[in-house]
């Protein structure tokens, strides 16, 4: 229950081998118990922060004058802004900073630790600048990354089935 005491929109009925789960009312699936409540929670929550940012950007609107109806158009344009990026440079961009968390480098050391692979300061820079790179980059991604040149291609240009690499 919610703090108003208004029934939830994702809820579920836990006395079957798989449970229902029901969305505003409506049966919308089944899911192993083990799996229903974290899954429900997280709905639930996800919902919850929908609402939280469409107020948001409702307040953001009134208090520059704008239109409210746009209010819609402008929680798309912060969702999307905050989504990771599946292909091109800045996905890239993305893998690159993942990779350097997973080895614990500061953003000097990572620097040059892509240098030794003939990635130098600029041209990584300019890649997390969002820019184009030129396919003689490919190789020392591949090794710095620790990914097929066919994978990277595939983030690089959007072919392909896209995962969270």
Known sequence: ???RNEPLDWQLEANEPYIPVYYKGDLVGFFKPEYAIEVIKF???EDVLKKALKMACTDLIKKMGGDTNKVYYLMEKYIKTNER???GTRAIAVLLRDRQKELDLSNQEF???CDTFKLSPTELNN???GQAFDDSLL???TRILGITKER???VRDGSGEQSNT
């Open 152 to 154: 990277l291609l595939q």
């Open 139 to 141: 190789a020392p991604l």
């Open 43 to 45: 709905l639930n929550e």
């Open 85 to 87: 990026p599946k292909h």
């Open 111 to 113: 620097a040059k630790f």
């Open 1 to 3: 229950m919610s703090l």
């Open 127 to 129: 890649i997390y600048a």
